[in-house]
């Protein structure tokens, strides 16, 4: 079964550059969420989007946006990056459907690291 | 606000049973989920509950008692493979919409 690609996996950054990280959802899965986990953390909810628009809104830092395109795929865009940004970043989907369950399926991560 | 709290560690012996305890706080509750998630992986969906009661799925089982804001996963049989990260996630419409507020997760070790 298909499952979240993310690309890119590896991504090394130096600070106060700019970085995308790109997510394409299950097919059929209408709703995208971003996640960053820091080393040794639980995956801390950056923010979500359903059905192309933003649905909700965690603890995503201003330096940082998101968006989701009409193909559903979505892009975080992080700048003037900082040594703690350094972490893994998770897409997961989901999709809403009639069980109300809508379980979160992640996708392998990006790893950032910021030097 | 929200608090989830689970042990940091655990330790079991390969073929034992083991419950992982998930007590939590928050407004809004709409689903208490499972994961398991191995050293720099994706976390895994493993279970979900949003009424009292269990569910079971193999050689794993969840639990949930909203009134006392607690939940527990148990995993019969224990393999060598089980030992990961295991997080307790919580669906709250108040703090988050769908997404996912999670513990810090409990990290269980599995010894031959």
């Known amino acids: 079964a298909a499952g979240v690609i993310q690309s890119p996996r590896h991504l090394i950054k130096e600070k106060r550059e700019t970085a995308t990280l790109k997510c394409y959802p299950i097919?059929?899965?209408?709703?995208v969420y971003w996640y960053q986990q820091g080393p040794g953390q639980d995956p801390q909810f950056l923010i979500s989007?359903?059905?192309?628009?933003?649905?909700d809104k965690g603890s995503i830092p201003d330096r940082f946006s998101a968006q989701q395109f009409s193909d559903y795929h979505s892009e975080l865009n992080m700048s003037s990056l900082e040594l703690g940004d350094s972490a893994l970043y998770f897409c997961?989907?989901?999709?809403?459907?009639?069980?109300?369950?809508?379980?979160?399926?992640f996708g392998p991560g990006t790893r950032l690291t910021v030097t | 606000g929200q608090n989830i709290d689970q042990p940091t560690e655990m330790t079991a012996t390969e073929g034992a049973i083991v419950q992982i305890n998930c007590t939590y706080q928050?407004?809004?509750?709409?689903?208490l989920f499972w994961y398991q998630q191995h050293a720099g992986e994706a976390p895994t969906f493993l279970s979900y509950?949003?009424?009292?009661g269990l569910e079971e799925k193999g050689r794993f089982s969840s639990f949930l008692s909203r009134s006392k804001g607690y939940s527990y996963l148990l995993l019969k049989e224990l393999q060598m493979k089980d030992s990961a990260s295991y997080l307790c996630?919580?669906?709250?419409?108040?703090?988050?919409?769908?997404?996912?507020?999670f513990g810090k997760g409990t990290t269980l070790s599995v010894s031959s």
């Open positions: 997961a989907s989901s999709l809403f459907g009639d069980r109300g369950i809508y379980e979160q399926y």
């Open positions: 097919p059929r899965h209408d709703t």
């Open positions: 989007f359903y059905e192309k628009m933003q649905s």
């Open positions: 928050t407004s809004g509750f709409n689903g």
């Open positions: 509950n949003v009424l009292d």
């Open positions: 996630a919580v669906r709250s419409f108040n703090q988050a919409g769908t997404a996912l507020i």
